[in-house]
């Protein structure tokens, strides 16, 4: 089984370092200074739970490589997601299946309509990691994968279950739902909550969490998402500000990818998370003043940081 991750950010480092003794996977970038970078090293340098481990894993900035693909994993950042859908549509054979674990709810029906529903297999990434290096990464402790079956033809799906079997015993943890969107739009909630507002104002998760100042709107913004999510045929359940808060516990010190993004002057994934909530509240007749104002704000940072 020949399986390529596409996407040289923590994502991509990470998956492929935790794989590499299970399928052998190999890394397409964008970049050939980072496929030589990692290349030289010999792979990829892992830290997680405490101890530093070398991963010998294959990169290269050439798509060609997904021509003898059997499984594309899709780990880019959402403004990234045409240019590979474009990529894949051009080289990857049509009987490869495609796997996204991107952000939010537009990347699978993107990739779907780009590449055909019937092979592209819907997931939700819990892995946290950071980028330390070209060929460097620190992975968090939650192992968790969730990837859909439902809406797959049955090829494709088994093919996702030889993948995870494949990878038990490895640290990563993967379970099959027949009811992805769901998933998806659990970890929206919680996405759309913290990223735009971490990445605005620079607070951790911990002060996020502490901060009753922020709480009557934080209350208000989780009503817009829910309400919208429910709209669109999502049976979403009360108690997500518990699940917020929950998340926020559990890693007090951590700040959104969005504060990084707009720190390093790069696009965000805004319009896939509160972005996609303001596109849907139109869509379903929902204020969401609050949403429309977060995304408005995140990309006024973009534009003040590009010079535009």
């Known amino acids: 089984m020949n399986v390529v991750l596409c996407g040289g950010g923590s994502l991509g480092l990470a998956y492929g370092a935790l794989m590499s003794t299970f399928v052998n996977p190999e890394l397409l970038v964008r970049g050939v200074s ?54 894949l549509a051009e080289w990857l054979s049509p009987n490869a299946t495609v796997v996204t674990l991107q952000t939010g ?12 529903v019937h092979r592209v297999v819907g997931g939700v990434s819990y892995l946290g990691a950071k980028r330390t290096g070209p060929h460097s990464v620190e992975a968090g402790s ?22 995870v079997g494949r990878l038990q015993g490895s640290p990563l943890v993967f379970e099959l739902s027949m009811n992805i969107k769901r ?10 909550s913290q990223n ?79 972005g996609t909530i303001v596109e849907l509240g139109a869509k379903y007749g929902i204020p969401t003043p609050i949403n429309e104002t977060l995304t408005a704000l995140v990309h006024l940072g973009e534009m003040a940081k590009s010079g535009t």
């Not at 709810?105 to 055909?116: D, F, K, N």
């Not at 939650?142 to 079956?149: A, C, K, S, Y």
């Not at 605005?200 to 998760?205: D, Q």
């Open 196 to 274: 735009a507002v971490s990445g605005l104002t620079s607070a951790t998760f911990r002060v996020l969490r502490e901060s009753a100042v922020w709480h009557h709107t934080l209350n208000k913004l989780i009503d817009e998402i829910v309400a919208v999510g429910r709209a669109a045929g999502v049976d979403l359940p009360d108690g997500q500000l518990d699940r917020a808060f929950a998340n926020w516990e559990s890693l007090p010190n951590h700040r959104a990818s969005t504060f990084v993004d707009l720190e390093q002057g790069r696009l965000t994934e805004v319009d896939a998370l509160n």
């Open 105 to 116: 709810v537009r990347p699978l029906t993107e990739y779907g309509e780009r590449l055909g």
């Open 183 to 192: 998933v998806i739009w659990d970890k929206m909630v919680i996405a759309c």
């Open 142 to 163: 939650n192992m968790r994968t969730v990837l859909g079956l439902d809406g797959v033809d049955a090829e494709h799906a088994d093919r996702i279950k030889s993948f």
């Open 34 to 87: 980072q496929a030589n970078a990692i290349e030289s090293a010999g792979g990829i340098t892992l830290t997680h739970d405490g101890s530093t481990q070398h991963a010998a894993i294959t990169a290269s900035a050439d798509p060609g490589l997904l021509a003898r693909a059997d499984i594309a994993v899709c780990l880019v950042k959402y403004p990234d997601t045409k240019a590979l859908a474009d990529v």
